[in-house]
């Protein structure tokens, strides 16, 4: 069965192009063209991810996206323009996935629907072993290993990295990362975070060259690519 998406979009070329393109990948589009109507369509329909543009006529897209949370986990991908860094952080905090930058490529956002697509269906799945490049992460066993060598990991590392991996291809913030790995939260606190993303980043990636699983994301936080 194909896969529905809701696109939520006041400017209608913009919608009208996201739904084609959409379209000719297989799944089924519906677009809304101002807030309120996004969180109806979103509430009776119950599509399998969710585009959403924040600025929108009659209802903002963060209050959109919160309307959303009180009753569902679907994928939302926050759609925004270049200039609102404190919304995306925003976004991220109240439960958004991911967000693409306006104007984006269509392959990108193709891409990016594909890869929360698949973690929605592997979520379910509950996976214990994950595999990424030639690493093994177990959540068994609490063990990191490369190519069946076992890498030792202080346990903070390993809860970092457990909990990105656990949710592959989702974009966090320092704080809510701090909020749940440390479950604590203080100013200056983030550093923290980036702290062990450091040290994680020396274990797992080449020496040379941008990383190629635990990326930056620009003017936000972080996500884990497998
Ligand atoms: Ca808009």
Redesign the pocket.
């Known amino acids: 069965m194909s896969r529905t998406l809701l696109v939520v979009?006041?400017?209608r070329p913009l919608a009208e192009t996201l739904r084609f393109n959409l379209e000719m990948e297989g799944y089924r589009v519906r677009t809304a063209e101002d807030g309120v109507e996004g969180l109806s369509m979103a509430r009776a329909l119950q599509p399998d991810l969710v585009l959403l543009?924040?600025?929108?006529p009659r209802m903002d897209g963060l209050d959109v996206l919160r309307g959303i949370r009180e009753q569902s986990q679907t994928p939302v991908l926050l759609l925004t323009a270049r200039t609102s860094e404190a919304d995306r952080v925003k976004g991220l905090d109240l439960g958004a996935d991911d967000y693409i930058t306006k104007p984006f490529s269509l392959a990108e956002l193709k891409a990016r629907v594909r890869v929360h697509l698949r973690r929605k269906q592997e979520v379910t799945v509950e996976e214990r072993v994950l595999e990424f490049g030639e690493f093994t992460l177990d959540l068994n066993r609490r063990l990191l290993s490369r190519d069946g060598e076992p890498i030792a990991l202080r346990p903070k590392e390993y809860e970092l990295l457990a909990y990105l991996a656990q949710r592959d291809g989702r974009a966090f913030t320092r704080d809510q990362l701090l909020n749940d790995v440390w479950d604590i939260s203080f100013a200056g606190g983030t550093r923290t975070v980036d702290v062990h993303v450091r040290w994680l980043r020396k274990k797992i990636e080449q020496p040379d060259g941008p990383p190629r699983h635990l990326i930056t994301v620009r003017g936000a936080g972080y996500r884990f690519e497998r």
Do not use: A, F, G, R
Not at 53 to 56: G, H, Q
């Open positions: 979009e006041d400017e543009d924040l600025m929108l």
